[in-house]
């Protein structure tokens, strides 16, 4: 080889480097594991210029858990995002310094007389605002506490990581529920009831001593969305989670999530007075069974000073509770809310109840809890499912909402894709939140949102709140598939504000953890706004519900009959005759109906008004009912499910556009799972129109593809999901 003088070599090696760079793919690999604070650099050399000139340096004046999370936050985020590492300094130095603080541990904060704003923003709220100081140029953020201030520190990344100008930022934000919380379904071996992303977050086998980074990225994620409570275990509770080798363990998850703002609450196992305190009974209202509750709760606190309480599902699917010992729902919480009381802890009680005896499962919640109304301590919270069965892909609102003025009631949502295709489907659910958010209730007039009522703005609720059931797991990319991440993020930033569209949250999400490319927004947000409804539709339109195959909820099975319970099966929910279709829950029928406020029940219980959307969940209608459409029921049915199809098929080829424009791996990851997901609405719509056709004997319209297959060969696929898996039953 010649000999290459040094100095040139090093020329041509450069030179190389530099064309392949050219010539690299814009994009790169990404696994998902940043979720939506990726904070890579702002593409717009302009807008990160600009940036950088307005947050040049960053003044923070404490160290306190919280202000150090903050603090190493906004390095993080601002450093990736303007590309260079951001200086922290005592003071100001020149324009373009970043503030932030509260009044009591900043100085700068506390003379710029922020008092009167401050005081509308509450514990956990803030404002961002642009602001002269002695002749220089200030972005400050402010709050009454810490945490706040880390509220607003991630508020101000995103509005960077969404390329909005800060050049007159003015914001004042504040929570408008208390309670936001996460709930995780895992059990203590690792398995994740209904998770689909891998096993458990928590390591039980290397706490306490091993402390995962993971578990610190997971309250990062949690914290910048403002949810500030994780129930950490499954409701079906195993009673173990109360015993010393867990408490110490979980004492560590508690202690990483502290900064952040979580609170750590744990699912209970109502009869653990029996099981761990050797008590014969679990009644509520033995003393001795107050007296186990409160010592066991004082050893909670003594592990986690902070704790936030009890979540609890009682006398429902086989747990335990009051009933077993001739009480009610409102003795069981209490004896519960007795311990926890001193402490300040909350006991959060689900109505997720039904009861076999019970006609029809739409009425059991409603006429279990109606009647303890005001009997449940200050410190109890019912927890209320979306609607009145079991977080089906469209529901009505449940008609506890509003329902009851006298007891805290919260929201409790699913981000899990249970009913949703777990995760091999895309379903952004941030429209199924807004739909239930808005719903009208009209207990208090028109307008009496279920959304205001969560907000306790219509009745006097001191524990407001909204819970989420998420999937995370051991998956690099936290959810499995990566649309699960959107359902997540649109649900703890309706927790914050339950106001805020599913539409802009998709866009957020979009710009924060793909792209801020129009090109690559627009159609991906067409994406998310159409995916849920298509879900509903190739699986149950109309108001059609619980068609799913037992066990493993994923697959079609609408001819599910001969099981132990009868509200466990399909033939139950639709009622399907050669006459027709549909739950009838009017007067003739159960009348759950009169659950609702009597605005609410002359709108679903009148075939005239009801939206097609609800129908079959109210009545029971002939195979020719004329639809809003102008075609009959049958044909409205076909077409529906026909649609669901299409959307997903259009969904496939939108994606197919945002080849080159967005990283190949996450590219090619959805790509995949939304030809599995097309293959799976084929099945659901065939085997669910084959199966109705049976009874309506009518024809599948002669311009529609033909199922491939006979009813039999659909029946014959019930248990076969993809790949047999314990986690998935
Ligand atoms: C149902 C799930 C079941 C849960 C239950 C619940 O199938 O796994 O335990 O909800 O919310 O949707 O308690």
Redesign the pocket.
């Known amino acids: 080889m010649k000999n290459i003088p040094i100095n040139s070599l090093f020329k041509r090696l450069t030179l190389v480097l530099f064309i392949s760079l050219m010539l690299a793919p814009s994009s790169f690999a990404e696994d998902g594991y940043r979720m939506w604070l990726r904070y890579d650099k702002v593409n717009d050399n302009e807008l990160r210029q600009s940036y950088k000139d307005q947050l040049q340096h960053l003044v923070l004046e404490t160290s306190s858990e919280t202000m150090s999370a903050t603090k190493s936050e906004l390095k993080m985020g601002l450093g990736g995002l303007l590309d260079r590492p951001i200086e922290v300094c005592s003071g100001i130095n020149s324009d373009g310094a970043l503030v932030a603080g509260t009044p009591s541990n900043s100085q700068i904060i506390s003379s710029l007389e922020l008092e009167d704003a401050l005081k509308e923003v509450g514990p956990e709220g803030f404002l961002i605002r642009r602001m002269d100081h002695s002749g220089n140029k200030l972005t400050v953020i402010a709050a009454n506490e810490d945490i706040g201030v880390l509220y607003g520190a991630f508020h101000l990344l995103r509005e960077l990581q969404t390329e909005q100008s800060i050049e007159s930022i003015d914001v004042k934000s504040a929570p408008r529920v208390r309670h936001r919380t996460v709930n995780h ?1 895992d059990n203590l071996d690792r398995l994740v ?2 998770g689909y992303a891998g096993l458990s977050l928590w390591e039980w086998g290397t706490l306490p001593d091993y402390k995962h980074p993971r578990y610190t990225d997971y309250a990062r994620f949690n914290a910048s969305l403002g949810i500030n409570g994780t129930a950490i275990n499954n ?2 509770a195993n009673p173990e989670i109360l015993t010393d080798q867990f408490l110490e363990k979980v004492a560590v998850l508690a202690d990483i999530f502290r900064p952040y703002g979580i609170q750590v609450y744990l699912s209970v196992f109502f009869d653990s007075p029996v099981v761990l305190g050797g008590l014969d009974t679990a009644d509520p209202l033995d003393p001795e069974v107050q007296e186990f509750w409160n010592e066991i709760t004082d050893k909670v606190y003594s592990y986690i000073p902070d704790f936030g309480g009890y979540l609890v ?1 009682a006398d ?2 086989g747990q335990p509770g009051p009933h077993g010992y001739g009480r009610d729902h409102a003795d069981g919480a209490n004896v519960l809310a007795r311990a926890l009381e001193p402490h300040g802890g909350l006991v959060i009680w ?1 109505a ?1 109840v039904y009861d076999p005896e019970q006609e029809d499962r739409f009425r059991e919640a409603y006429d279990e809890f109606l009647p303890l109304d005001g009997r449940f301590m200050d410190n109890v919270t019912v927890q209320v499912k979306n609607g009145p069965i ?2 089906q892909p469209r529901e009505p609102f449940s008609p506890l909402f509003g329902a009851l003025p006298n007891t805290n009631t919260i929201l409790e949502l699913q981000i899990t894709q ?1 009913y949703f295709g777990f995760n091999f489907h895309l379903a952004y659910k941030g429209t199924y939140y807004e739909e239930v958010l808005r719903d009208d209730t009209r207990v208090k007039g028109e307008g009496t949102t279920v959304g205001r009522i969560i907000a306790g703005e219509v009745f006097d609720y001191e524990h407001t709140g909204m819970a989420g059931v998420i999937n995370p797991g051991t998956d690099r990319n936290w959810t499995g598939h990566p649309f699960v991440q959107s359902s997540w993020y649109a649900y703890g930033r309706m927790a914050w504000d339950y106001t805020l569209g599913a539409e802009e949250l998709a866009e957020e999400w979009i710009r924060m953890t793909f792209s801020n490319d129009e090109k690559v927004i627009e159609p991906m947000k067409e994406i998310m706004m159409e995916s849920k409804e298509a879900g509903v539709n190739y699986r149950s339109p109309l108001g059609l519900t619980h068609l799913y195959a037992q066990g493993h ?1 994923y697959g079609p099975a609408p001819w599910t009959a001969d099981l132990p319970r009868a509200d466990w099966t399909a033939v139950y929910y639709h009622q399907a005759t050669e006459w027709g279709i549909g739950y009838d829950r009017t007067e003739t029928g159960s009348n759950a109906v009169e659950q609702f406020h009597p605005e609410v029940a002359a709108v679903f219980g009148d075939l005239n008004k009801i939206p097609d959307d609800y129908l079959l969940w109210f009545h029971h209608v002939p195979w020719d009912h004329p639809m809003n459409s102008g075609r009959i029921l049958w044909d409205e049915l076909v077409h529906k499910y026909y649609k669901g199809v299409e959307t997903v098929r259009w969904m496939q080829e939108t994606w197919d556009s945002l080849e080159g424009l967005i990283d190949q791996e996450r590219f090619e990851h959805v790509k995949a799972l939304l030809s599995i997901q097309e293959r799976d609405a084929v099945r659901w719509r065939n085997s669910c129109v084959l199966y109705f056709q049976s009874f309506s004997g009518m024809p599948i319209p002669e311009e529609y593809e033909q199922p491939e297959h006979d009813l039999q060969h659909y029946i014959e696929l019930e248990n076969i999901i993809h790949v047999p898996d314990p986690w998935y039953n």
Do not use: L, Q, Y
């Open positions: 379904w009831e209904r409701v079906n599902k429902s699917e689900r997720f079991d977080f249970e909820h």
